[in-house]
């Protein structure tokens, strides 16, 4: 019994491969195109259906280098840089202006606009900020998240302890962009006691800094 199954399906076997052949020799014949060229571009066919997946992730890497050097072209976020080698200090930071509002001076003293360390305000990559300066004294670099680079350039007599104000210039700004708010700030380094105009300008025309100073300087913002 075991031995006529094995002869019944030897002979399907052999009878299915005679009508592939027949079949195949008939399409050669009609069609004038060899079957090994057909399985050839079939299999060159899957080849080209497995690159697909290949091809979509080179042109995500593409799409992705693309966006990387958009940001560091100008919107990359100073706070995307990894700061944890500074100390940090929590302060409660408040906005100020140069005007009569913040400073009792109007545009026609003599000394508007003039900080303690005798270096003008600035909104900038560095920016002038007021502290108490037995905490922070003068030159003090921090880099307060969402408002930029402060050197401490001033003191003010609600400045004590761990409070800060940061200038802006206008006082629109101060309310549309600031406030008043308790923040975590990173001291880059302590001051001495002393800063220069000379100074300040040194570190606004840092160059590698320069794709980010859209992000602080309202003007080149608009």
Known sequence: ??????????????????????LITTYETLSGIKASTM????????DETREVPMVLKKLKTSD????KHEQVNGHL??????WSQYPTKTVVATGYTAGIESTGKNEGHPLYGITFSGVRVKRDLYSTIAADLSVFPIGTILFIPEYGYGVVADKGSAIKGDRLDL????VEEVYDEWGKKEVGVYIVSMGDGTLTEEHLVMLNETEDLQSFRPQ???TLRE
Do not use: G, H, P, Q
């Open 39 to 46: 399985l050839e571009e079939f299999f060159s066919r899957m």
């Open 167 to 170: 200038y802006y210039d206008t």
């Open 77 to 82: 976020r100073l706070e995307d840089k990894n």
């Open 64 to 67: 992705d280098s693309r966006k």
């Open 1 to 22: 019994m075991f031995m006529k199954s094995i002869f019944i399906w030897t002979k399907r076997i052999f009878m299915i491969v005679i009508v592939m052949l027949a």
């Open 216 to 218: 602080y300087n309202k």
